[in-house]
């Protein structure tokens, strides 16, 4: 029995066999092959190589019947760096004479020459870099067995275990079989543990090494309430576990029975609680757990799930079903957030050297204004079918705000002269995510109809840490007293000027944060669908006084662990049940 630690995402426990994810480049095992074993070694590769020069020849040959023998020129590079010796040569001596694995030999002989590539500075080069990253691959892809394929072949519930998921395989991870998830890598709050902790299952990030400890078949308990996972548990940890499992789905039963309940205090002040979404068929979740509307639809999650950008009629499909889904209530669009972790980085042509201080979200979309245009046309000619609020992402500076409501009033001009019908009263919103905006809140108050406080970055950009970085993440909290401080500055603000504020951050959904928000001066969170019951049944338990009691005693604390301390000491008080703490941040 084993026991790793890592970074709570999404509470639960799991119990299952291990499904070890095999990723490229990440993680190719190294090992010693025997004198007596090479030649059967050399023979694995002989193989492989010949089945992916077999792979690449088919699709050479599509490409031309499909596209035109220019197109298929391409193929033709790669198919003559399969049979360079210069390559071959080195990778036969290390598995030949130096008894490394075939795996190995190949990465490492691949990786040499794509340093080489990209260390010549000009873009060509870096370029024909990612040819060779397919390369290797597609002869990987034959020498380690296709994990992928593996996967969605299995029959029997897994806790899948892998170096790191793109947000684009989380978003593709809501298969039945997959029962919890860990990694080496990622914080609480990446966009990869957002979408996982969507799907409702415990995830734990940032284990290190965990991909080295497990291996594929091993018995595993994954609990996601403190960020641990125990590989080969004995029987009396494994029966320990079973009852913490079976007196959680009881309560969770229990609370999900709440969910048309009210969510107002003991002393009558009511709490709106939205969702926050990725994709329209989560609005069934939403529903059943008693969601009030969206308040977060974080849009550009169907941009990542396909190879092509959507066309506006798609987006409008989107756009329209959601309106149609959520039958009268609430959506709130936030316009596309591409960028940092949501990016394709290794799709730019000049990948970023600080992606979460670069071109992201708001900037990324005023950079790239077809882009951004053919969004906010399929917003406004979804918006005559329900009520709809915009909301621009990352607003930095006041001329930013500006510009992007000068796009959208553009647009609206332009559907007008079409002869679309428009509303004139969309209520257009910002989410303050970083300190300038929080600090400047009142100036931007004077500019739109809502904020929506968005704390997964707010915290990474006042801390200074990124949210996906695991190295790091003791620092990233929001317990930090500057963040709390930001955040009541907002509240603040927003009140005096009459400007409706809203919280979707992570710990809009951590029952630790609740009594706090509310103490605030926060009257409406946005959170996962799941984590609705369990935040509505708090707000049920508690008074106004005694929350804005516990914000003011906090208010007074410089400690973060001190802050954090507390506010669990008085979630316990008021909710012991909900069995052991989870905290989003
Ligand atoms: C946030 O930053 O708090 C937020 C809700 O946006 P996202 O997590 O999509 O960056
Ligand atoms: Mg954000």
């Known amino acids: 029995m084993k026991t790793i630690k890592g970074i709570a995402v999404a509470p639960g426990i799991a119990i299952a066999r291990a499904f070890v994810l095999e990723q490229f480049r990440q993680r190719v095992p190294h090992h010693r092959v025997a004198p007596e074993e090479r030649a059967g070694e050399l023979e694995r590769f002989e193989q492989a190589l010949e089945a992916a020069t077999n792979d690449l020849a088919a699709d050479r040959d599509r490409a031309a019947s499909d596209l035109g023998k220019e197109a298929a020129k391409i193929f033709e590079f790669h198919l003559g760096l399969l049979q360079d010796p210069t390559l071959l040569g080195p990778i036969r001596e290390k598995i030949g004479e130096k008894g490394a694995n075939a795996d190995f030999a190949v990465a490492s002989s691949f990786s040499r020459i794509i340093d080489q590539f990209n260390s010549m500075g000009s873009q060509v080069f870096r370029d024909k870099s990612r040819d060779i990253l397919d390369l290797e691959r597609r002869v990987l892809d034959h020498l380690m067995g296709r994990s992928q394929e593996r996967l969605s072949r299995l029959n029997e519930p897994v806790v899948l275990i892998a170096h790191e998921l793109t947000p684009t395989q989380a978003a593709s991870m809501a298969i039945d079989h997959v029962v919890g998830i860990a990694t080496d890598a990622g914080g609480r709050t990446d966009h990869t543990s957002i979408i996982a902790a969507a799907i409702g299952i415990p995830v734990v990030v940032g284990c290190h090494a965990i991909t080295e400890q497990v291996n594929d078949g091993d018995l595993l308990i994954l609990d996601g309430r403190g960020g641990q996972i125990i590989i080969d548990p004995d029987e009396q940890t494994l029966a320990s576990f079973n009852e913490a499992r079976d007196r959680m789905a009881q309560f969770e039963s229990e609370t999900a029975q709440e969910a048309s309940a009210d969510a107002v205090t003991l002393d009558g002040t009511n ?32 941009y990542l799930t396909n ?205 630790t944060y609740t009594m706090l928000l509310i103490g605030l001066g926060l009257r409406s969170l946005s959170l996962v669908p799941s984590q609705i019951p369990r935040v509505k049944q708090l707000i049920r338990r508690v008074t106004l006084e005694e929350c804005e009691r516990l914000a003011r005693r906090v208010g007074a604390f410089e400690s973060q662990r001190r802050i954090l301390r507390v506010l669990r000491l008085e979630t316990a008080r008021v909710l012991p049940e909900a069995d052991g703490g989870w905290n989003a941040g």
Not at 275 to 295: A, C, D, T
Not at 380 to 388: C, F, K, T
Request: aromatic letters at 6%.
């Open 307 to 511: 190879d092509t950008e959507p066309t506006e009629d798609e987006l409008f499909t989107q756009y329209t079903n959601a309106i149609e889904m959520l039958e009268g209530r609430p959506l709130t669009i936030r316009t596309l957030d591409l960028g940092a972790d949501k990016h394709t980085q290794q799709q730019a042509l000049e990948p970023e050297r600080n992606p979460f201080l670069g071109l992201r979200s708001i900037r990324h979309s005023l950079q790239h204004l077809p882009m951004f245009r053919r969004q906010l046309r399929a917003i406004l000619r979804a918006s005559v079918h329900g009520p709809l609020k915009v909301m621009f992402p990352l607003i930095t500076t006041v001329t930013e705000l500006k510009q992007a409501r000068m796009v959208l009033d553009d647009v609206a001009e332009d559907l007008r002269q079409e002869g679309v019908e428009v509303p004139r009263d969309i209520p257009i919103g910002m989410m303050i995510e970083v300190p300038s905006a929080a600090l400047m809140a009142s100036t931007f108050a004077k500019e739109v109809d809502f904020f929506s406080i968005g704390t997964n970055d707010l915290i990474q950009y006042t801390v200074a840490v990124d949210r996906s970085n695991e190295r790091v993440a003791n620092l990233y909290s929001a317990s930090n007293p500057a963040v709390i401080r930001l955040v009541k500055n907002v509240i603040r603000a927003a009140k005096r000027r009459g400007v409706d504020t809203s919280l979707c951050g992570e710990i809009a959904g951590d029952i």
């Open 271 to 302: 709490i709106t609680l939205l969702g926050n979404i990725e994709f329209p068929r989560e609005i069934e979740q939403l529903k059943k757990y008693g969601g009030e509307g969206v308040g977060l639809y974080r849009t550009e999650f169907i």
